[in-house]
């Protein structure tokens, strides 16, 4: 299956947009994209790129490039063209988000900046993709493991669309899952079950008495 193309976390979070299609760089943009460019620079780039795109379709190829020459155009400039980010459909996007992503969040009383359109309206790359309308319905009777539960906003996602049996929410903060045990409680979320444990290699502890679990 082709990479879902599925960014705009990312971009959303790249500055206070103008009326005229430009993004005022922030902080958090730097950082990551900065981070692309350090590997870029790395003697191993090469084969390691290299590596990443041999087993790819030619789709998937064409994100992994789109994805590394957008890092490095935040990189090289303060003030973004969105015209040289974003093709015409992900404008289109963007508008759409623009208008309905606050009210999605609203449903789990998220602020602005914990609600993700990765989530909520491209559910993790299963909606507004080339993936078949049927989708959804191979979730059917299985199990979804969601690892790094957070908010809880994935697991409501899951249960309100998709067909599992069952959700487990593996989150190892204490106050994210306080606030998680909210979410299932206000939203009757009967099919998530809730773990607080990180996963790793082998089971045991990990910073401030995470409990491990090995997966």
């Known amino acids: 299956m082709s990479l879902l193309t599925t960014f705009f976390h990312y971009y959303q979070k790249w500055g206070v947009e103008d009326l005229i299609g430009r993004s005022v760089r922030t902080d958090d943009a730097m950082g990551k994209s900065e ?10 780039y090469g084969d390691v790129l290299k590596r990443l795109r041999e087993p790819l379709d030619e789709e998937s190829r064409a994100v992994v490039d789109k994805v590394l020459r957008r ?28 208008r309905e992503l606050p009210a999605m ?12 359109a990765s989530v909520f309206y491209y559910h993790h790359g299963f909606r507004h993709t080339t993936l078949p309308k049927e989708w959804p319905a191979r979730f059917a009777g299985r199990v979804i493991l969601d690892i790094g539960a957070a908010v809880g906003d994935s697991a409501f996602v899951f249960e309100r669309f998709y067909e599992a049996s069952e959700i487990h929410s593996f989150e190892p903060q204490a106050r994210r899952m306080e606030y998680l045990r909210g979410v299932v409680s206000e939203h009757g979320l009967r099919k998530v079950r809730l773990e607080q444990s990180a996963l790793g290699p082998e089971s045991g502890f990990g910073d401030d008495a995470v409990c491990v679990l090995k997966f």
């Not at 981070?35 to 191993?44: K, N, S």
């Not at 155009?73 to 015409?88: G, P, Q």
């Not at 609203?106 to 993700?116: F, G």
């Open 35 to 44: 981070t692309f460019i350090r590997r870029f620079w790395a003697p191993d």
């Open 105 to 116: 969040g609203a449903q789990l009383r998220l602020p602005p900046h914990l609600t993700e």
């Open 71 to 98: 890092h490095q155009y935040v990189y090289t400039h303060n003030v973004m063209k969105h015209s040289e980010i974003y093709d015409d459909q992900e404008r289109r996007n963007r508008r759409i988000l623009r």
